[in-house]
């Protein structure tokens, strides 16, 4: 069986959460923190890598752009390297067959090509990308054996400029049902997390949205980050814009971002997990909201696509609106009608945990490896 390695890249947000929760009261030796971190589930954590584990495939997780995890890992090995060079010695030391590329704008391209240069064991490497991207990043996309992405337009997309690439639908992880509480304790009628980003092909029209819905739709709680809040800004300025910025009602509500177990508790504990997708995504359904939200047992409520029907059986497993003014509408209405409300977060949850998790994912991804490396 091949050896396999995910280099993830998390969100800062998320590496800080991460920090504020485990304190850094013991001192953790490198695997300690590494189990810690993949506890709280952020992203796609090691949801991957516990299930490629079930076939046999030794897998390993690296958080390229962790300090904290990368410098730990440094220290016990005795190494006095930095960034790439230190993932390259991560990579040399572990002999993967296989390594998926989480952040492939990162790791693309001709800095792809020297990793599989001074790391010879690597066979098949593997790509992710479900956002805008620019010529240069679809070109440096080509040096992977394969890109992996959530939805039909960027597939479509990806294809027209040559890229290799698959569709493989984001998922929940069941095993996260295990590290949340499951009461029927309610907080918030209906809850948004997520980026409010304006740059083109963004979040603009869900910008619109919750400013439409601030006041409108009952108790609408934000979880979430603004351009002006994100680290790598920096991306994606050159797309700002011109003329478009936040209500001051949206600044003043929006709280302080959720992720992993924080998230699921927030949406477990919210009568309605309101979702709208990037607008790179045009008609196509596939963010991970779909499945987190249902899988945790909430009630989804979500931006109407051309696909979202083979996802979810709509109006029984999960809702959907057109319009903003469709949105308030399904809004009260599953806040009055709470039987129906909680028959069909029973049902989307069902859905998911029988054909939108992790275990599924793993064995399309393990038949698409397998299909590169023979055998």
């Known amino acids: 069986m091949y050896k396999f390695v995910k280099v993830t890249s998390l969100y800062q947000k998320a590496l800080t959460s ?13 695997s300690e923190a590494m189990d810690s971190i993949n506890y709280q ?8 890598e516990s299930e490629l584990g079930k076939f046999g495939v030794e897998s390993t997780q690296i958080i390229a752009n962790s300090d904290f995890h990368q410098q730990l890992w440094a220290q016990e090995n005795q190494v006095d390297k930095s960034g790439l060079d ?13 390594v998926l590329f989480e952040d492939s704008h990162t790791y693309g391209g001709k800095i792809l090509e020297q990793i599989k240069i001074d790391v010879p064991s690597i066979k098949c490497t593997v790509g992710f990308n479900c956002a805008p991207c620019s010529p240069s990043a679809l070109e440096g996309f080509k040096a992977f054996n394969f890109v992996l992405t959530c939805t039909l337009g960027f597939k479509v997309e990806m294809e027209k400029a040559g890229v290799n690439t698959y569709l493989i639908n984001h998922a929940f992880h069941q095993p996260v049902l295990d590290r949340i509480q499951l ?3 309610v907080e918030h009628d209906t809850v948004f997390v997520g980026g409010i980003f304006l740059g083109t092909d963004f979040h603009n029209r869900r910008r619109k949205l919750i400013e439409n819905l601030i006041n409108k739709a009952g108790s609408l709680t934000i979880y979430g980050y603004l351009n002006e809040s994100i680290s790598w800004k920096r991306k994606i300025t050159n797309s700002i814009i ?12 929006i709280r302080t971002p959720k992720f992993g177990l924080e998230m699921y508790q927030v949406m477990r504990d919210s009568k309605i997990v309101l979702n709208n997708h990037i607008d790179a995504v045009k008609e196509y359904a596939g963010n991970m909201r ?4 249902t899988g945790i047992g909430s009630c989804l409520l979500t931006d109407n696509k051309t696909n979202i029907r083979d996802l979810f059986d709509v109006g029984n497993e999960i809702v959907v609106y057109d319009s903003p003014a469709d949105c308030v509408d399904k809004i009260r209405w599953l806040l009055d009608n ?6 069909i977060a029973v049902a989307g949850q069902k859905r998911t ?5 992790f275990k599924e994912r793993a064995v399309q991804l393990h038949q698409l490896i397998i299909g590169v490396l023979g055998g």
């Open 242 to 253: 011109p003329g478009h910025n936040y209500s001051r009602g949206l600044k003043r509500q």
């Open 183 to 185: 009461s029927n304790t």
């Open 338 to 343: 709470e039987k129906e409300r909680e028959e």
């Open 290 to 293: 779909l499945f987190e939200a």
């Open 41 to 48: 589930a952020y992203g796609w954590s090691d949801f991957y």
């Open 353 to 357: 945990l029988k054909e939108h998790t």
């Open 18 to 30: 991460w920090s504020n929760t485990e304190k850094r009261g013991a001192k953790l030796s490198y």
């Open 86 to 98: 230190l993932l390259i010695e991560q990579l040399k030391r572990l002999k993967p067959d296989v």
